[in-house]
């Protein structure tokens, strides 16, 4: 792979611009750390997985790239390599008992611990190591990683992984660019305008409710059909309906990622997201079906990103790809935990698994207390399926919060 990156400084991307200046005046707030998991062949032992990692920062810039200030500005700085961050725990001889808590305790701090940004790196690994199995669960800053990328980094990883144990190169693309590439070339100007930040200093702090929505995927794509929409915006409908009994309103604003790429920055790692500020009417009297129209219009109408002056996204809806196995032993769908940080007041997730859906609500602590959460996830539960029942009931007939 040819490196055309120059040592130079480079500037922040337009949707690094809008992550840092969302980020109230803390950039390195964990708010903005994003997590992804590879299973690993039971052979990966810790020099095998050692070496792959730094190969991927090798062949990724954005993996060794920090972002210091350079006369009170961001700027991106591509070094030559940055040490890797790499911890190894073995659970083979921890009891089956106590390893949940242990992993989840392990995570937990890998999400939480800043990065310092002006030295970078902005990503650190943690192996996990049974008898059975390995498993890398990695976290990175936003700064340098989105989604798209951790699809990236699941398959280059477990393809570098299985050539070194075969005894064979790694069967990777050329990258004809790297991210500063991008950002170097990226028009001036283009791209989302800053989101401000709030007032006073905002409170990070967060926690998630996880929730099971069994057997609804099939209901949902044939809701989906019926008014030639997709079934992420037949579930954005139902998570505004589910906004409208909370807090009486006949406007929704809500932001989904958007994440579109060339199709020659597509294998890159690299923060490419940017927030779509969707904006979704659901009067008191309007049939759920004019609300499932309202949101096939809104995602086609919306801008790639707010535009200059527009109110700042504070509530956030995704439909995340199917991530595979998850960390070992470690619950996936249970009660709620604590988050390291969290970036909006209110963030929907949701996962399609088998027939049904997994899903999370984060939330900010300072502003939602967990039993207000709690009769949300449970109150969604209810209405989402009267919803998707009979389309043409007006939105105050749909079931009431619990009590």
Same mark, same amino acid.
């Given at each position: 792979m040819r490196e055309?990156?120059?040592?130079? @400084? *480079? %500037?922040?991307?337009?949707a690094q611009r809008a992550l840092w200046a969302a980020s109230a005046g803390r950039p390195d707030s964990p708010a903005h750390h994003l997590t992804a998991d590879v299973r690993l062949p039971p052979a990966a032992d810790e020099p095998t997985v050692r070496a792959a990692l730094a190969a991927l920062a090798a062949r990724h810039g954005a993996l060794r790239t920090a972002v210091p200030l350079h006369d009170? $500005? @961001?700027?991106?700085?591509?070094?030559?390599?940055? @040490?890797?961050?790499l911890r190894v725990v073995e659970l083979g001889m921890i009891p089956e008992r106590d390893r949940p808590g242990l992993v989840a305790r392990l995570a937990d701090h890998a999400a939480r611990h800043p990065f310092d940004l002006a030295t970078g790196p902005l990503w650190r690994a943690l192996l996990l190591r049974t008898p059975t199995r390995g498993h890398v669960h990695l976290v990175a800053h936003h700064l340098v990683f989105d989604e798209r990328s951790a699809t990236v980094l699941r398959a280059e990883l477990l393809e570098?992984?299985?050539? *070194?144990? *075969?005894?064979?190169? $790694?069967?990777? @693309?050329?990258? %004809?660019l790297q991210y500063a590439d991008f950002a170097r070339r990226e028009p001036a100007g283009e791209g989302p305008a800053p989101e401000? %930040?709030?007032p006073g200093a905002a409170d990070f702090r967060g926690a998630r409710r996880e929730f099971a929505l069994p057997g609804l995927a099939p209901e949902v794509r044939r809701t989906a059909r019926r008014v030639r929409s997709a079934p992420d915006l037949v579930l954005l409908a139902g998570f505004a309906a589910l906004l409208h009994h909370w807090n009486d309103g006949t406007d929704q604003l809500i932001g989904v990622p958007a994440a579109e790429r060339a199709p020659e920055l597509r294998g890159l790692i690299g923060c490419f997201t940017t927030t779509r500020p969707l904006r979704l009417r659901t009067p008191a009297?309007? %049939?759920v079906l004019h609300l499932l129209e309202e949101a096939r219009a809104a995602a086609a109408a919306a801008p790639a990103a707010p535009p200059p002056g527009a109110p700042p996204v504070r509530v956030a809806f995704a439909v995340a790809p199917p991530a595979? *196995?998850?960390?070992?032993?470690?619950?996936t769908v249970g009660p709620e935990h604590r988050d390291a940080a969290a970036r909006f007041h209110l963030a929907l997730t949701l996962t399609e698994r088998g027939t049904g859906y997994h899903g999370h609500l984060t939330y900010r602590t300072a502003r939602f207390d967990p039993r207000t959460v709690d009769r949300m996830v449970r109150h969604w539960q209810h209405l989402l399926p009267a919803l998707l029942a009979d389309p043409a009931r007006p939105l105050r007939d749909l079931p009431p919060p619990p009590r």
């Open positions: 055309r990156t120059a040592p130079t @400084p *480079a %500037p922040l991307s337009a009170g $500005a @961001p700027v991106q700085q591509v070094h030559p390599r940055l @040490p890797l961050q570098t992984v299985t050539a *070194a144990l *075969a005894g064979r190169p $790694a069967r990777l @693309p050329e990258l %004809p401000g %930040p709030e009297d309007g %049939p595979g *196995a998850g960390l070992p032993h470690r619950r």
